[in-house]
């Protein structure tokens, strides 16, 4: 991500509508895992912290990221441990995390795999690997290049990634399929049309707190209860759920 957009990251993690609506999703997936108050949650690519003290009603938590920007950030808003490191070696032993999250993260990795396989390792035999990406490589614009990322996935790509480490997938299935028309739509406007003056803006800074946001977010916030029961077939991101098998 670009350095100055961690300031902006770190003022809107909290109440923008796609943080908040993806938190509610987490939420129903979370709760499904029954985890117990001393389960480890490790995030992977924690940013500025936001989703850290969301993290804590499901367990202990520790956040990892690599920019030392984001770092501080974190450690501002929070008191959840907030480490340094690369998500190619953490720094856990093997088999001793309850719960891997990594939220927008690998996208930005040049070596994928190698993350992956950080995450089956680190992740103890029966424990969970939470993961979102952006899907649909054909979506790419502005905003992929603003966040620096590597790739955009298809789910199949993705699935193989996960299978190739050893998970076994539970849920696999889009996000933010409600909204993706407009979404969309957005991304390929920003596309063709040039910026305004040649500033490069942010999505996130589009839309401010206000009874819009927060339609946004509860549309957002709507699909925890359709992947209650479904998998979504399209959608701005993919979301994946993967165990350790208990045999590792």
Same mark, same amino acid.
Request: with cysteine; proline share 5%.
């Given at each position: 991500?670009?350095?100055?957009?961690?300031? @902006?990251?770190?003022?809107?993690?909290?109440?923008?509508? =796609?943080?908040?609506?993806?938190?509610?999703?987490?939420?129903?997936?979370?709760?499904?895992?029954?985890?117990?108050?001393?389960?480890?949650?490790?995030?992977?690519?924690?940013?500025?912290?936001?989703?850290?003290?969301?993290?804590?009603?499901?367990?202990?938590?520790?956040?990892?990221?690599?920019?030392?920007?984001?770092?501080?950030?974190?450690?501002?808003?929070?008191?959840?441990?907030?480490?340094?490191?690369?998500?190619?070696?953490?720094?856990?032993?093997?088999?001793?995390?309850?719960? !891997?999250?990594?939220?927008?993260? !690998?996208?930005?990795?040049?070596?994928?795999?190698? $993350?992956?396989?950080?995450?089956?390792?680190? $992740?103890?035999?029966?424990?969970?690997?939470?993961?979102?990406?952006?899907?649909?490589? =054909?979506?790419?614009?502005?905003?992929?290049?603003?966040?620096?990322?590597?790739?955009?996935?298809?789910?199949?790509?993705?699935?193989?990634?996960?299978?190739?480490?050893?998970? @076994?997938?539970?849920?696999?299935?889009?996000?933010?399929?409600?909204?993706?028309?407009?979404?969309?739509?957005?991304?390929?406007?920003?596309?063709?049309?040039?910026?305004?003056?040649?500033?490069? !803006?942010?999505?996130?800074?589009?839309?401010?707190?206000?009874?819009?946001?927060?339609?946004?977010?509860?549309?957002?916030?709507?699909?925890?209860?359709?992947?209650?029961? =479904?998998?979504?077939?399209?959608?701005?991101?993919?979301? $994946?759920?993967?165990?350790?098998?208990?045999?590792?």
């Amino acid at each position: 991500m670009e350095e100055t957009f961690y300031e @902006e990251y770190a003022q809107i993690e909290a109440t923008h509508w =796609w943080f908040e609506g993806r938190r509610a999703i987490f939420d129903k997936i979370l709760r499904s895992l029954e985890l117990g108050n001393d389960s480890l949650l490790v995030d992977l690519g924690c940013g500025t912290g936001a989703n850290l003290n969301f993290l804590t009603g499901y367990g202990r938590a520790i956040g990892l990221d690599w920019g030392a920007a984001a770092a501080r950030y974190a450690r501002q808003r929070t008191s959840v441990p907030v480490l340094r490191g690369d998500v190619t070696a953490l720094p856990f032993k093997t088999g001793t995390v309850d719960v !891997i999250t990594a939220f927008d993260l !690998i996208e930005h990795i040049d070596d994928d795999r190698a $993350c992956v396989h950080e995450l089956a390792r680190v $992740c103890r035999p029966g424990g969970h690997v939470l993961v979102t990406v952006p899907a649909s490589p =054909w979506m790419w614009g502005r905003q992929d290049t603003i966040n620096h990322h590597k790739r955009r996935y298809s789910g199949p790509d993705l699935a193989q990634l996960f299978r190739e480490q050893g998970l @076994e997938i539970r849920r696999f299935t889009h996000l933010n399929t409600l909204l993706f028309p407009v979404v969309a739509a957005v991304r390929l406007f920003r596309r063709v049309v040039p910026e305004k003056n040649g500033e490069v !803006i942010s999505d996130f800074s589009m839309n401010k707190p206000g009874p819009v946001n927060t339609l946004l977010g509860r549309l957002f916030g709507m699909e925890a209860h359709l992947i209650k029961r =479904w998998d979504l077939p399209v959608g701005v991101s993919l979301l $994946c759920l993967a165990r350790t098998p208990l045999g590792a």
